[in-house]
């Protein structure tokens, strides 16, 4: 099949799954070209493109912008006449807002048009009235002019259908999918980082912002840091609460700044995720396949994946105290802990990037 990939949020978990296809599709012998934009490209992004490119990848940049204006009308021609240049294409693949959008309006004439969201911008707790009704507007109208949706979670297709009014055989869900776990040997990261024998690592990924919540995280272990002195919180990531969390002042909590999440994971006893509103994160089933037990707030689709007291344990988005008791079961049973690290690796295996790539390649294949 001849697939067209476009994409403005090159960056994060978006630009893992665009790369994460794009290699899976080429792999199958189909070819791909992938519209994007630069300005927002992450160092993930960059070396995917890298990989790929000699693979067979045509990259082509786009012009793009953020926001909702005049700009988009720009977007939009460019990707026709892209489409004119390189086509024709069997499917084209729009992902999040942005690239979703100009990817419907601009392929009319490409047989299937799909889109990812990778979370609406409906779903966030903070939107206001207005903002919502706008996007809901949006969003119905833009399904029109597609011919599917593909949604990462059952929890955003129950948003799509129910909240946004998006006709339900349109919609269809594909989870995100990992390789499996990342390279690296316990004892020498646990050796480098100075976690002693006997200490017990809890682990955060993910950027130092307000959605993902790490105060919450920080203000839960200081409760058992208070009993248990030989407990270690190691959070990797950078953002603008870093300065909040220095100055909480807690013993025991060091932040590792930017390194390879998925490595330090070996270190990791049990992983914290204490985001107030999550879609279906890739650092959720990195923990799982590195068999590192998750304790996370119940939020978005994290149980889809997560099964309460089976792969780890899932509490209230924003209670400290129960973030704080579940982190105190798995910090004083090592029995518990192995047995949900066991489980969570088992269960990370019906998340592979393989099926995820073969579901979606279904859906272009009508």
């Given at each position: ?19 994460d ?6 792999e ?117 002019l ?9 929890h ?40 002693q024998?006997g200490?017990?690592?809890f ?48 013993p ?10 998925p490595?330090t ?5 049990a ?22 037990p ?14 309460d ?43 592979t ?11 272009y294949a009508?």
């Amino acid at each position: 099949m001849r697939l067209l990939q476009v994409v403005e949020s090159a960056a994060t978990g978006v630009g893992r799954h665009v790369m994460d296809l794009s290699g899976g599709l080429l792999e199958r012998g189909d070819e791909v070209v992938l519209a994007y934009a630069d300005w927002r490209m992450d160092r993930m992004f960059a070396e995917g493109l890298a990989r790929l490119e000699p693979k067979g990848l045509k990259a082509i940049k786009l012009p793009f912008s953020r926001e909702i204006g005049p700009e988009d009308l720009r977007s939009i021609r460019a990707l026709r006449d892209l489409i004119r240049t390189h086509g024709p294409f069997d499917a084209v693949h729009g992902h999040s807002s942005k690239g979703g959008a100009v990817a419907r309006v601009a392929a009319r004439t490409v047989p299937r048009r799909l889109y990812t969201p990778h979370a609406y911008i409906t779903m966030a707790p903070t939107i206001g009235v207005r903002k919502f009704r706008l996007y809901r507007a949006l969003e119905r109208y833009l399904a029109r002019l597609g011919t599917g949706t593909v949604c990462v979670s059952h929890h955003e297709k129950a948003h799509a259908v129910g909240t946004l009014g998006i006709p339900a055989p349109t919609v269809h869900v594909v989870h995100n999918g990992v390789a499996g776990p990342a390279r690296g040997d316990r004892e020498s990261i646990r050796a480098e980082l100075g976690v002693q024998e006997g200490d017990v690592a809890f682990g955060f990924v993910g950027r130092l912002w307000t959605q993902k919540n790490p105060l919450l995280a920080v203000d839960a272990f200081a409760r058992l840091r208070a009993v248990h002195p030989e407990a270690r919180l190691l959070m990797v990531g950078t953002g603008d609460l870093e300065d909040a969390i220095r100055a909480r002042g807690v013993p025991g909590v060091e932040l590792l700044g930017e390194r390879n999440g998925p490595q330090t994971m070996h270190a990791f006893d049990a992983f914290v995720l204490p985001s107030d509103y999550e879609g279906f994160p890739y650092v959720t089933l990195e923990a799982m396949a590195t068999g590192v037990p998750v304790i996370s707030t119940e939020t978005g689709a994290i149980g889809e994946a997560v099964r309460d007291g089976v792969d780890g344990f899932l509490v209230p988005p924003g209670d400290a105290t129960a973030l704080s008791g579940a982190m105190a079961r798995l910090m004083a049973d090592p029995a518990l802990r192995a047995r949900m690290g066991a489980s969570a690796r088992e269960r990370a295996g019906s998340f592979t990037i393989d099926g995820m790539v073969e579901k979606i390649r279904t859906l272009y294949a009508g």
